[in-house]
């Protein structure tokens, strides 16, 4: 227990780095020690944030949705970002959204300076995993948080999860008719992949940004969009976005007229994943 005291510091990151790790392997049993550790010896509640985000996102894997759900909304609420009882539309929630853009360029967008301060981070990382729970089981809600990621994006800096805000609130506008603005959304989407520096979100990304994009370039370029999705999904460790851009890219081979015997191998592919 003194290793507490004597070099918090290297105990703290020791647990979290352990912590990620049993969730990597479905250890939720070693996670929940580890967490209760972390929790009960952390200084301060922003040191708790990484196991905090990592116990969630074992709630979701472990079809624990609702509460993961939860978990999430209460942490952002004590960091002083409030997502429940938020009662507009989304057609409502989407047009606030594309009014605030409307004030910036895209250039503007692309070269907004990059978020630093590390709670601010952990809150987007909440935020991003929060947004494909919702798509699940309450989609309703969705553009709500869509809306708050964009917005601190703008006033924070752009982070990794940022270009998810985007790639979703391109799908939601696609959604509601116009896909000529959708498609807008997305593409600057995947452009801000590349501009925040990291690969960490460029899986679900494309994963959203992929369907919308299919309406106005050839349907057969889709197929490398999702191979690429795969790929980067695979090398930031989400297996979950993974997964799914290989699904869409299967049922897009059905309709983009690819050789059956093709699809029928890629799907079995599939279903060893």
């Excluded at 630093?116 to 948080?145: C, E, R, W, Y």
């Excluded at 609130?169 to 801000?192: N, W």
Aim: glycine content about 8%.
């Amino acid at each position: 227990k003194k290793h507490w005291e004597e070099h918090y510091e290297l105990s703290l990151e020791l647990f979290d780095l352990a912590a990620k790790c049993a969730l990597t392997n479905s250890d939720y049993t070693s996670l929940k020690l580890l967490s209760e550790q972390v929790i009960a010896h952390g200084r301060s509640y922003e040191d708790k944030l990484s196991v905090m985000y990592v116990s969630t996102c074992a709630l979701a894997f472990s079809f624990r949705l609702p509460e993961s759900i939860e978990q999430g909304l209460d942490v952002l609420a004590n960091l002083g970002i409030e997502l429940r009882g938020m009662g507009t539309s989304m057609e409502a929630c989407v047009q606030e959204t594309k009014d605030l853009l409307s004030i910036y360029t895209d250039d503007q967008i692309l070269n907004t300076r990059q978020m630093i301060d590390p709670t601010m981070i952990m809150a987007m990382k909440f935020l991003g995993k929060l947004i494909g729970g919702m798509n699940q089981i309450m989609p309703a809600s969705s553009p709500h948080v869509t809306q708050r990621i964009i917005q601190l994006s703008l006033l924070h800096g752009m982070s990794p999860v940022s270009p998810i805000g985007f790639a979703h609130l391109g799908s939601y506008t696609a959604k509601l008719g116009d896909i000529s603005e959708g498609y807008h959304y997305v593409k600057l989407a995947r452009f801000l992949v590349d501009k925040v520096g990291s690969r960490e979100s460029a899986g679900g990304v494309i994963c959203i940004a992929s369907p919308v994009r299919s309406y106005v370039e050839p349907l057969q370029a889709t197929f490398e969009y999702h191979n690429e999705g795969y790929a980067a999904a695979m090398e930031s460790g989400d297996i979950l976005q993974a997964a799914l851009n290989i699904l869409v890219r299967d049922g897009v081979f059905l309709f983009a007229g690819v050789n059956l015997q093709t699809t029928q191998e890629k799907i079995a592919e599939t279903a060893n994943f």
